[in-house]
């Protein structure tokens, strides 16, 4: 079965520096896909991005980033020069065919 | 359009009440899904439909009863639900997975359902 695990229930920034999540996951799939979603509070899911196991290149979305290290099962999310309307909890999500697996999230605040 | 609609934005409703919720995209999308969320939790799947059947139940109770009308829609019946059934109830789709298309999901805003 596989299994997405965030270690970090909750981690505090100051706007305009960087903080970085960690996800790591457990699969015997080689091909999968991995992403990381973000929930506002009391608004919707929105994808921030994604991954697919068979690129090398780890993706990059403006001041979003991710550091995907395939043999590690590790897929930590780089956010640069953190905005208020970044606070929102994220979760890391695994996916092979239709089935998509959550970690249990990282509420991050963004401190003025 | 790129998004999935959902309706009501909020139900209350009494234990011996039947009601639906409603979920709608036009973006082609031949997968929808139910997720459940509760407060500070991830969303836990309930219902996968694959091209208007349904492919994946996560032995969801029967008060629970999905419905694929067609390829635009995707319906929740509720009926008998007990209040620990209150929840965030999430629709998403997703597109079939290609070389450009990585298959992530589009999700609603959600109906937040609250049964006394």
């Known amino acids: 079965a596989q299994t997405v695990t965030q270690s970090q229930p909750e981690m505090s920034v100051q706007e305009a520096e960087t903080v970085t999540l960690s996800c790591t996951y457990d699969?015997?799939?080689?091909?999968?896909?991995l992403f990381w979603y973000k929930q506002p509070p009391s608004r919707q899911m929105i994808l921030v991005i994604r991954q697919e196991a068979y690129k090398q290149q780890n993706a990059t979305e403006n001041r979003f980033s991710v550091n995907f290290q395939k043999a590690a099962k590790s897929f930590s999310l780089k956010i640069s020069d953190s905005q208020l309307g970044d606070t929102a909890m994220y979760f890391c999500?695994?996916?092979?065919?239709?089935?998509?697996?959550f970690g249990s999230g990282t509420k991050l605040n963004v401190k003025p | 359009d790129t998004e999935v609609t959902q309706t009501p934005k909020h139900l209350v409703m009494g234990m011996t009440n039947k009601k639906s919720l409603k979920c709608e995209q036009h973006?082609?999308?031949?997968?929808m899904y139910w997720y459940k969320q509760k407060a500070k939790k991830p969303p836990e799947l309930m219902f996968v439909y694959s091209y208007e059947k349904l492919s994946i139940n996560e032995s969801v109770p029967s008060r629970f009863s999905p419905e694929c009308p067609n390829s635009s829609l995707l319906n929740l019946h509720l009926h008998a639900l007990q209040p620990e059934d209150s929840a965030l109830y999430l629709c998403a789709s997703s597109p079939p997975r290609t070389r450009a298309n990585t298959g992530e999901l589009f999700f609603g805003e959600g109906s937040r359902l609250t049964v006394l």
């Open positions: 999500a695994f996916s092979d065919f239709n089935k998509f697996y």
């Open positions: 973006m082609g999308h031949r997968a």
């Open positions: 699969t015997s799939e080689n091909n999968y896909y």
